[in-house]
């Protein structure tokens, strides 16, 4: 019975570190209970505790273990070999096809999951990570010279990200500096008077910083009712959001110190005048109001 309860720790926590939602895997958990003949289980999941009570009869004692998740990280090759270890393991005793997994031999699989490397190498993961910011720039109006230095800007801080991870930073830190290479690269081409949208090259290199699966996440947590984890998780993200804040604020702070002239309304001047002029026509154009008023034509003009 322990190691039943210390294995459905262990695979809860590799769901919960890979940034599945509270529901699955508390799901996961009992699941688990259930195929090992622990009925009398009560698994509880938060945003870094994970805790399983188990109890044989109403007159004897409960059992508890609990166990904390200390590091996160996505990986999805991970997550699919532990769903797949989860699936064989609530596998139906009349499948022909399906063998028992006892808990020895969940062990083995799950120690080799633990020790499997991921499937793609570092620079694969940066270069993804680069291809994706010179796309969101693109979007903003850049060209191919913009989607180079956003891509540039994003692999720097890919790498520099990497680089405090492996020292053990925590994730604000990293995504504070992650955040710096863009907002860096932006500036140089204000710097250098190059005719491109330095704004493009800064909002596509961070594009790739949205931490997007911790806010699904907590948004799933919060629609199926596990609000501490889901204001855990709500939590981190705003933290993520500062740091990329405070790390794009620190660059252009040290660009004015060096007399750089920053302009942000500048590339957007003829765009928000034509809006603006757009948007005084369609007033005047709607059928309810009338441009017979002075104010009107002036509106009109």
Known sequence: MPRVLDLTLRIG????????????????????????????????????????????????????????????????????????????????????????????????????????RHPYPGWALTTAAGVLAGAASVLLGGGPTVFLVAALGAVLGDRL??????????????????????????VLLTLLHADLRPSAVITGGLFALIPGRALVAAVQDGLTGFYITASAR??????????????????????????????????????????RRSWRRWRCRRPSRSCCSSRGRRCCS
């Open 13 to 116: 926590e590799l769901l919960l570190a890979g940034g599945e939602g509270a529901e699955d895997v508390e799901a996961a958990m009992f699941a688990i209970c259930r195929s090992y003949g622990l009925d009398r289980c009560e698994p509880t999941v938060t945003f870094t505790l994970l805790s399983v009570t188990y109890q044989p009869s109403l007159v004897d004692d409960p059992v508890t273990a609990n166990r904390t998740v200390r590091r996160r990280g996505t990986d999805y090759t991970r997550l699919a070999a532990v769903y797949q270890l989860i699936a064989d393991i609530n596998a139906p005793a009349h499948d022909e096809q399906a063998h028992e997994v006892t808990p020895e031999e969940a062990y083995r699989r799950l120690a080799e999951i633990r020790r499997n």
């Open 161 to 186: 990200a990497w680089l405090c991870a492996g020292r053990g930073l925590p994730e604000f830190y990293q995504f504070l500096v992650a955040a710096m290479p863009p907002a860096a690269m932006g």
């Open 234 to 275: 709500l939590l981190e993200v705003m933290y993520f959001f500062v740091a990329i804040v405070v790390g794009v604020l620190s660059v252009l702070y040290l660009a004015v110190q060096f007399d750089a002239q920053l302009n942000p309304e500048g590339r957007c001047g003829r765009w928000s005048g034509r809006w």
